[in-house]
């Protein structure tokens, strides 16, 4: 390169370039044009250290990444779009077809080392005739520049400008221009031959002189489509694709099909790897623990150290299956702009999925309609095409109230949408929005937003008062019933016996009051008839899967309870991009999102947050087979709904050993005859067992299940019978066909008749919806079940935590109230547990895993640990009165033993709260609670779910109301008696009696007995400290006399009684023998 007075000069091998630099503020050089952007891809070109950005192409150096680079030379052409020239391998390149036939070094820097130049014109080239050496980038061809003086020696070498005037630039300067014949290390392989320059003016457009004039758009659609069609394929022939590391350079290169949508965040090697060294430490330990525990009886209390040893063998085995599925925890980030630039293309329609958002609401008395309202004005206002989603309201108690709140609701939301969607408020749900205590201007720039968000809050207060007051008109049934304001009676006035009911509030014709179309917003009430088992929640659920597919069919069903609004707009987006990522996506059965909550107070004394549950646990789950579904804000593919089975796999190829060719080598045909012979032995067993299971098999895949589409030839593959599919499904064609479709789509024109016909209570009979279709029948806790049926299938499922919560509910923050809802969770439990579905025994020839089958034993056998908690809750009180204890006199090892295990039992859950960034006092309040649930819900679960199940016995809990008032948090104080309280109340009378006789006792005794008491009395301290929450909640308001005091003051007062008796300054100390005076020697 020579540098002239206004001008540039540069070149390669076949051509040099001289740019007009005379104005720097608008001449660029290629270097600088091309240094920062890949022309394919639009990324950045990599900069390497002490060598400059990375050049792919050595003759005109066109700006590509390596990541192009390298796709190319593997998939491509292996050629430089530009100039046609092949590539040249670089160093730390993977190697492709036809680079063995490079000679020399594998740094392409040492291709042209020119320490001289032999063969035909062999000469040197002094040093101070050198001018100067540069390359574009990285290029290793180099440019010679020579002063007149050497003219004379290379007369052959072409004049720089051809004899044309260039200003700045000598007429009869010379330019070398090496051949690329010029081989390594200098050697000349054939006469040298010089090729024409050009001079480029930079005012021009770089096109006319060949730099950008390839279609890179075309050819950039060129490999996505070639990319799909791969993708697709291997899809439908059973492609691994579940598995490809989405990190991968390898994958395809432009935005368009390369980028992932998300991807795995692994929790940091310095938080992770210690958590797991404390497990095996912990289960060392648990080994040394028991080995002392069993060989070290007590024999004056063999009961109670039995009774122990059980049930610390039982806590052991719970804690293994609760620890095991968190061992590879794992995080994940989305890309939302990645998303949008994927299927949302400026000047062409969203290429987003549908989605359809189911609503379950029963009662109003119980769900306000208020709350209801919140959640479906949320939903309408979401950031996501309106054409895209359906909002369908199940009211399962067919109430009027509801069906005039949802219709007075749709009125609302033609103001409220527009007023979201402006100014891009969040949340979405007005009630929650306009409760906010912050700043609400901030980042607020438009001059109109404070006058109409003044306007939009009296218009949600208006709206509020239309509500309340047809709560009202509804306390008081008339005698003949409700009626419609056309004055025909109200279908649902009989709860337990009314017609399908079907209302399409918003359809595709409805605008709000700006001219905007708004989402649909659909009301359905399934029919129910006397005699029909209607199964509650999970059949309201599955009859609103019927009427959505015949109505809209979107390919994904987002389903949430009344009182969970969308917290977060963007959460529909959040999920897309797990489920519409190309490489991972159709593996996928749901994005479990974690639950959170308002209204719960700052302590949460009843750990209604649940957050190491929804932060520890559920992380672990993701990184196994994902997350159990917990009833709300979950995502589904409507196929996974529909009992199919995941894409398969494919097969691995057989491997040969590396000595000889496939086709030849002796390992290969003796493996491969053996495994013949054996896989022969095996097809007539297999033919057997499938010829049985054929007609009663429920899984059927869904690459098995085609669809005739008229003038295409179908591929040879055996399609499912009509007949099948209606004994699976039920007897609507037009539901039957909508099941074919993959990608949704509504089968034919919405007929009313087939959606009413799709939701009456016989449709279910005789086919297998509850049982392999839709949500799973059984239990009261029908999302662990349908959850689990869908991981049997071998879906994976996915757990997605944005920054700002997707989802927020209410939860019960009253003692009662939550002692209930934990005794409905474990009765589900307990009837999985005695069901057929149990998976203890269920899905060994399915897809799941081994730790996520651990994670779901433990879901169903936790209220049996209720039996053990009880008994080790007594037994210190037990030991307390008996002055006995369940582990013998402690030696030196003994304390080491016990001081270990404490040890490693806090250094997991310390660890744990690290890497899943829990609070302390959140995960106290959570181990509080375990133990209040266990020893309340979980054991009148277990009587109450054997009743149930056994002898078909069903039994309800009262909860009476006490107290309350409108007070912060006046529904935390509420004192509402129910059964449930009487087990933990026992334990703490049990306890608090056992401290004071424990006590007693030892000032009885003397001081020796003092030692062994302080092991018995933190035994009772740990329990009473565990049900401290309890006790808390049976002492009502917090400004009148707390109850607790009032129990300890009656402890304290027992204390000091038997304290002063026993040191009664009134008495003498003296027990030794009275001593007498004696009068004379003889004394008696």
Same mark, same amino acid.
């Given at each position: 390169?020579?540098?002239?007075?206004?001008?540039?000069?540069?070149?390669?091998?076949?051509?040099?370039?001289?740019?007009?630099?005379?104005?720097?503020?608008?001449?660029?050089?290629?270097?600088?044009?091309?240094?920062?952007?890949?022309?394919?891809?639009?990324?950045?070109?990599?900069?390497?250290?002490?060598?400059?950005?990375?050049?792919?192409?050595?003759?005109?150096?066109?700006?590509?990444?390596?990541?192009?680079?390298?796709?190319?030379?593997?998939?491509?052409?292996?050629?430089?779009?530009?100039?046609?020239?092949?590539?040249?391998?670089?160093?730390?390149?993977?190697?492709?077809?036809?680079?063995?036939?490079?000679?020399?070094?594998?740094?392409?820097?040492?291709?042209?080392?020119?320490?001289?130049?032999?063969?035909?014109?062999?000469?040197?080239?002094?040093?101070?005739?050198?001018?100067?050496?540069?390359?574009?980038?990285?290029?290793?061809?180099?440019?010679?520049?020579?002063?007149?003086?050497?003219?004379?020696?290379?007369?052959?070498?072409?004049?720089?400008?051809?004899?044309?005037?260039?200003?700045?630039?000598?007429?009869?300067?010379?330019?070398?221009?090496?051949?690329?014949?010029?081989?390594?290390?200098?050697?000349?392989?054939?006469?040298?031959?010089?090729?024409?320059?050009?001079?480029?003016?930079?005012?021009?457009?770089?096109?006319?002189?060949?730099?950008?004039?390839?279609?890179?758009?075309?050819?950039?659609?060129?490999?996505?489509?070639?990319?799909?069609?791969?993708?697709?394929?291997?899809?439908?022939?059973?492609?691994?694709?579940?598995?490809?590391?989405?990190?991968?350079?390898?994958?395809?290169?432009?935005?368009?099909?390369?980028?992932?949508?998300?991807?795995?965040?692994?929790?940091?090697?310095?938080?992770?790897?210690?958590?797991?060294?404390?497990?095996?430490?912990?289960?060392?330990?648990?080994?040394?623990?028991?080995?002392?525990?069993?060989?070290?009886?007590?024999?004056?209390?063999?009961?109670?150290?039995?009774?122990?040893?059980?049930?610390?063998?039982?806590?052991?085995?719970?804690?293994?299956?609760?620890?095991?599925?968190?061992?590879?925890?794992?995080?994940?980030?989305?890309?939302?702009?990645?998303?949008?630039?994927?299927?949302?293309?400026?000047?062409?329609?969203?290429?987003?999925?549908?989605?359809?958002?189911?609503?379950?609401?029963?009662?109003?008395?119980?769900?306000?309609?208020?709350?209801?309202?919140?959640?479906?004005?949320?939903?309408?206002?979401?950031?996501?095409?309106?054409?895209?989603?359906?909002?369908?309201?199940?009211?399962?108690?067919?109430?009027?109230?509801?069906?005039?709140?949802?219709?007075?609701?749709?009125?609302?939301?033609?103001?409220?949408?527009?007023?979201?969607?402006?100014?891009?408020?969040?949340?979405?749900?007005?009630?929650?929005?306009?409760?906010?205590?912050?700043?609400?201007?901030?980042?607020?720039?438009?001059?109109?937003?404070?006058?109409?968000?003044?306007?939009?809050?009296?218009?949600?207060?208006?709206?509020?008062?239309?509500?309340?007051?047809?709560?009202?008109? /509804?306390?008081?049934?008339?005698?003949?019933?409700?009626?419609?304001?056309?004055?025909?009676?109200?279908?649902?006035?009989?709860?337990?016996?009314?017609?399908?009911?079907?209302?399409?509030?918003?359809?595709?014709?409805?605008?709000?009051?700006?001219?905007?179309?708004?989402?649909?917003?659909?009301?359905?009430?399934?029919?129910?008839?006397?005699?029909?088992?209607?199964?509650?929640?999970?059949?309201?659920?599955?009859?609103?899967?019927?009427?959505?597919?015949?109505?809209?069919?979107?390919?994904?069903?987002?389903?949430?309870?009344?009182?969970?609004?969308?917290?977060?707009?963007?959460?529909?987006?959040?999920?897309?991009?797990?489920?519409?990522?190309?490489?991972?996506?159709?593996?996928?059965?749901?994005?479990?999102?974690?639950?959170?909550?308002?209204?719960?107070?700052?302590?949460?004394?009843?750990?209604?947050?649940?957050?190491?549950?929804?932060?520890?646990?559920?992380?672990?789950?993701?990184?196994?087979?994902?997350?159990?579904?917990?009833?709300?804000?979950?995502?589904?593919?409507?196929?996974?709904?529909?009992?199919?089975?995941?894409?398969?796999?494919?097969?691995?190829?057989?491997?040969?050993?590396?000595?000889?060719?496939?086709?030849?080598?002796?390992?290969?045909?003796?493996?491969?005859?053996?495994?013949?012979?054996?896989?022969?032995?095996?097809?007539?067993?297999?033919?057997?067992?499938?010829?049985?299971?054929?007609?009663?098999?429920?899984?059927?895949?869904?690459?098995?299940?085609?669809?005739?589409?008229?003038?295409?030839?179908?591929?040879?593959?055996?399609?499912?019978?009509?007949?099948?599919?209606?004994?699976?499904?039920?007897?609507?064609?037009?539901?039957?066909?909508?099941?074919?479709?993959?990608?949704?789509?509504?089968?034919?024109?919405?007929?009313?008749?087939?959606?009413?016909?799709?939701?009456?209570?016989?449709?279910?009979?005789?086919?297998?919806?509850?049982?392999?279709?839709?949500?799973?029948?059984?239990?009261?806790?029908?999302?662990?079940?349908?959850?689990?049926?869908?991981?049997?299938?071998?879906?994976?499922?996915?757990?997605?935590?944005?920054?700002?919560?997707?989802?927020?509910?209410?939860?019960?923050?009253?003692?009662?109230?939550?002692?209930?809802?934990?005794?409905?969770?474990?009765?589900?439990?307990?009837?999985?547990?005695?069901?057929?579905?149990?998976?203890?025994?269920?899905?060994?020839?399915?897809?799941?895993?081994?730790?996520?089958?651990?994670?779901?034993?433990?879901?169903?056998?936790?209220?049996?640990?209720?039996?053990?908690?009880?008994?080790?809750?007594?037994?210190?009180?037990?030991?307390?009165?008996?002055?006995?204890?369940?582990?013998?006199?402690?030696?030196?090892?003994?304390?080491?033993?016990?001081? /270990?295990?404490?040890?490693?039992?806090?250094?997991?859950?310390?660890?744990?709260?690290?890497?899943?960034?829990?609070?302390?006092?959140?995960?106290?309040?959570?181990?509080?609670?375990?133990?209040?649930?266990?020893?309340?819900?979980?054991?009148? /679960?277990?009587?109450?779910?054997?009743?149930?199940?056994?002898?078909?016995?069903?039994?309800?809990?009262?909860?009476?109301?006490?107290?309350?008032?409108?007070?912060?948090?006046?529904?935390?104080?509420?004192?509402?008696?129910?059964?449930?309280?009487?087990?933990?109340?026992?334990?703490?009378?049990?306890?608090?009696?056992?401290?004071?006789?424990?006590?007693?006792?030892?000032?009885?005794?003397?001081?020796?007995?003092?030692?062994?008491?302080?092991?018995?009395?933190?035994?009772?301290?740990?329990?009473?400290?565990?049900?401290?929450?309890?006790?808390?909640?049976?002492?009502?308001?917090?400004?009148?006399?707390?109850?607790?005091?009032?129990?300890?003051?009656?402890?304290?007062?027992?204390?000091?009684?038997?304290?002063?008796?026993?040191?009664?300054?009134?008495?003498?100390?003296?027990?030794?023998?009275?001593?007498?005076?004696?009068?004379?020697?003889?004394?008696?």
């Amino acid at each position: 390169m020579e540098s002239t007075s206004g001008y540039f000069v540069t070149g390669t091998k076949n051509q040099f370039l001289v740019f007009n630099a005379e104005d720097q503020t608008k001449a660029r050089s290629i270097e600088q044009r091309s240094e920062q952007i890949c022309l394919i891809c639009g990324d950045g070109i990599e900069y390497l250290e002490g060598e400059g950005f990375f050049v792919a192409c050595n003759e005109c150096a066109f700006p590509v990444c390596r990541a192009c680079y390298e796709y190319e030379r593997r998939e491509g052409t292996q050629a430089c779009p530009q100039c046609k020239t092949r590539y040249k391998r670089h160093k730390g390149s993977p190697r492709v077809q036809g680079d063995d036939e490079e000679e020399g070094s594998d740094d392409i820097l040492y291709e042209l080392n020119f320490g001289g130049i032999n063969g035909y014109n062999n000469f040197q080239l002094p040093d101070n005739r050198l001018r100067s050496q540069s390359s574009i980038g990285q290029s290793s061809s180099s440019i010679w520049a020579f002063s007149d003086d050497f003219h004379h020696e290379v007369s052959s070498i072409p004049l720089l400008t051809y004899g044309e005037e260039v200003s700045g630039i000598s007429p009869d300067s010379h330019a070398l221009i090496l051949s690329p014949n010029v081989g390594f290390g200098g050697q000349l392989m054939s006469p040298t031959h010089y090729h024409n320059s050009r001079q480029i003016n930079p005012k021009k457009d770089m096109a006319l002189y060949g730099y950008g004039t390839v279609a890179w758009k075309d050819r950039m659609e060129e490999w996505r489509q070639k990319y799909l069609v791969s993708f697709e394929s291997s899809a439908n022939g059973g492609g691994h694709y579940n598995d490809v590391d989405l990190e991968n350079p390898n994958l395809p290169i432009n935005d368009e099909s390369r980028q992932p949508l998300s991807r795995k965040v692994p929790i940091p090697s310095s938080k992770i790897n210690p958590y797991r060294i404390v497990i095996v430490l912990r289960l060392v330990i648990l080994g040394f623990f028991f080995h002392y525990r069993i060989l070290n009886p007590v024999k004056d209390a063999f009961g109670l150290w039995l009774t122990s040893v059980i049930c610390e063998v039982w806590f052991a085995i719970s804690w293994i299956l609760d620890q095991f599925p968190k061992w590879c925890p794992i995080e994940r980030e989305t890309y939302l702009d990645r998303l949008t630039l994927r299927y949302e293309r400026d000047g062409k329609p969203s290429e987003l999925a549908d989605i359809d958002v189911f609503v379950s609401t029963v009662d109003p008395a119980k769900e306000p309609p208020l709350i209801t309202a919140n959640t479906v004005l949320s939903i309408l206002a979401v950031d996501y095409p309106v054409d895209k989603v359906s909002c369908y309201v199940s009211d399962d108690g067919a109430a009027m109230l509801t069906f005039e709140a949802v219709s007075e609701t749709s009125l609302f939301a033609k103001k409220w949408v527009p007023f979201c969607k402006k100014y891009s408020i969040e949340p979405r749900a007005p009630e929650w929005y306009f409760a906010q205590k912050f700043d609400y201007l901030k980042d607020k720039v438009h001059p109109d937003f404070v006058r109409e968000r003044r306007a939009m809050k009296r218009e949600y207060e208006e709206f509020k008062v239309r509500i309340n007051a047809m709560v009202a008109a /509804a306390q008081k049934v008339p005698e003949g019933g409700w009626f419609l304001p056309n004055g025909s009676p109200w279908p649902g006035n009989n709860v337990r016996d009314h017609p399908a009911m079907i209302q399409v509030f918003l359809g595709d014709s409805d605008v709000d009051n700006v001219g905007n179309p708004l989402p649909k917003l659909i009301y359905v009430s399934r029919e129910k008839k006397p005699g029909y088992d209607h199964h509650k929640k999970a059949g309201a659920m599955n009859a609103l899967v019927r009427v959505s597919a015949v109505m809209s069919n979107a390919p994904y069903i987002l389903n949430v309870d009344c009182d969970h609004y969308i917290n977060n707009s963007k959460a529909l987006r959040e999920a897309m991009c797990f489920m519409m990522d190309p490489i991972s996506g159709k593996k996928i059965c749901y994005v479990q999102f974690p639950q959170r909550f308002d209204g719960i107070d700052r302590h949460d004394r009843y750990s209604n947050r649940n957050v190491v549950f929804f932060d520890i646990n559920m992380k672990g789950l993701d990184g196994i087979q994902g997350p159990i579904y917990v009833g709300t804000g979950c995502v589904f593919r409507r196929q996974a709904l529909y009992g199919f089975d995941a894409p398969a796999k494919a097969k691995s190829s057989s491997k040969t050993c590396n000595c000889w060719p496939k086709c030849c080598c002796p390992c290969f045909r003796s493996k491969r005859k053996g495994k013949t012979a054996k896989n022969k032995k095996k097809q007539s067993r297999w033919d057997k067992d499938n010829s049985k299971h054929k007609d009663s098999s429920q899984i059927h895949a869904l690459e098995d299940i085609t669809e005739e589409v008229p003038g295409v030839e179908m591929r040879s593959e055996p399609l499912v019978p009509r007949e099948k599919l209606e004994k699976k499904f039920g007897q609507s064609s037009v539901f039957v066909a909508s099941t074919l479709k993959e990608d949704g789509g509504v089968v034919a024109s919405v007929d009313l008749s087939e959606c009413l016909h799709v939701i009456r209570c016989g449709y279910e009979d005789k086919t297998e919806w509850g049982k392999e279709v839709g949500w799973i029948y059984g239990s009261v806790t029908e999302d662990i079940l349908t959850g689990f049926k869908m991981h049997c299938h071998g879906w994976r499922s996915v757990y997605c935590i944005p920054k700002r919560p997707a989802f927020k509910g209410s939860a019960p923050i009253n003692l009662s109230d939550r002692l209930h809802q934990v005794l409905r969770w474990a009765l589900g439990s307990v009837e999985i547990f005695l069901s057929k579905h149990c998976p203890i025994w269920y899905g060994y020839r399915g897809g799941l895993k081994g730790l996520e089958r651990f994670s779901y034993i433990n879901s169903v056998i936790y209220p049996w640990t209720s039996f053990p908690l009880i008994v080790y809750c007594t037994l210190p009180a037990v030991c307390l009165l008996t002055g006995k204890f369940i582990v013998p006199e402690i030696d030196i090892f003994a304390s080491i033993l016990f001081m /270990a295990l404490f040890v490693s039992i806090a250094a997991t859950s310390i660890l744990e709260m690290r890497w899943g960034h829990v609070g302390l006092e959140d995960w106290w309040r959570n181990e509080q609670f375990w133990v209040i649930g266990g020893v309340s819900s979980h054991l009148f /679960a277990l009587f109450q779910g054997l009743l149930k199940v056994l002898a078909g016995i069903d039994t309800n809990f009262t909860v009476t109301s006490k107290g309350g008032d409108d007070e912060d948090f006046s529904e935390l104080y509420t004192f509402k008696w129910t059964t449930l309280l009487l087990p933990p109340m026992t334990l703490l009378l049990l306890n608090f009696i056992g401290i004071i006789s424990g006590i007693s006792n030892a000032m009885t005794n003397g001081y020796e007995s003092w030692g062994p008491l302080f092991g018995r009395l933190f035994f009772a301290g740990w329990v009473i400290l565990h049900l401290y929450p309890f006790l808390k909640g049976c002492m009502g308001k917090q400004d009148r006399v707390p109850t607790i005091i009032v129990v300890w003051s009656f402890i304290l007062a027992s204390i000091c009684s038997l304290v002063w008796v026993r040191v009664n300054p009134f008495i003498s100390k003296y027990d030794g023998p009275v001593l007498e005076l004696c009068d004379g020697l003889d004394c008696d």
